[in-house]
């Protein structure tokens, strides 16, 4: 799958720029995940659970990788440039990035069930409900990254 090394730079510029990176892989990993939920569902009612296991097992561990790279570019930044506010910011994006999968999870439930039973009005209830929190839960990440952008910013 897309397991990357975890050879953070030694430079704070290149630092900063391999952290964007590994937020644009998470962006791929969750449209991967996505479209491998959509391919499953179509699978149904009879689910190919082993092909969509093996996705998600794939994705967790794209995941497990990407997160611990994120966290080696925090402890760098806090302990090699001397920058706890950039740090802080990663560890709010990191728990924001937990909430985020654990909706997605939640979602991907959610649209199973609403598919094994159409005529249950409180599974599309609650499909919305959960499509409304990832929506907030992109914003308030989309606000993280936005700081970490100005913070960055002042350090040129």
């Known amino acids: 799958m897309m397991y990357y090394s975890t050879t953070v730079p030694a430079d704070f510029q290149a630092l ?6 590994v937020q644009a892989e998470r962006v791929e990993a969750y449209r991967l995940f996505e479209e491998g939920h959509e391919a499953y569902l179509r699978t149904g009612p009879h689910y190919d659970f082993d092909h969509y296991r093996q996705l998600v097992h794939e994705i967790t561990q794209a995941f ?3 997160s611990k790279e ?3 570019i925090k402890e760098r930044l ?4 001397d920058r ?3 740090s802080e910011h990663i560890d709010k994006l990191q728990s924001k990035e937990k909430q985020k999968l654990e909706l997605t ?3 991907q439930l959610a649209k199973q069930k609403a598919q094994d ?13 959960i499509k409304q929190n990832i929506i907030k839960n992109k ?3 989309s606000e993280i990254l936005q700081d970490f952008k100005y913070d960055t910013e002042d350090s040129e």
């Open 78 to 81: 806090h302990q090699d440039f």
């Open 139 to 141: 914003e308030a990440l």
């Open 64 to 66: 497990c990788g990407l």
């Open 16 to 21: 900063v720029h391999r952290f964007y990176a």
């Open 70 to 72: 994120v966290l080696e």
């Open 105 to 107: 999870a939640k979602l």
């Open 84 to 86: 706890p506010d950039l």
């Open 117 to 129: 039973h159409p005529e249950d009005q409180d599974c599309q209830e609650k499909i919305q409900e």
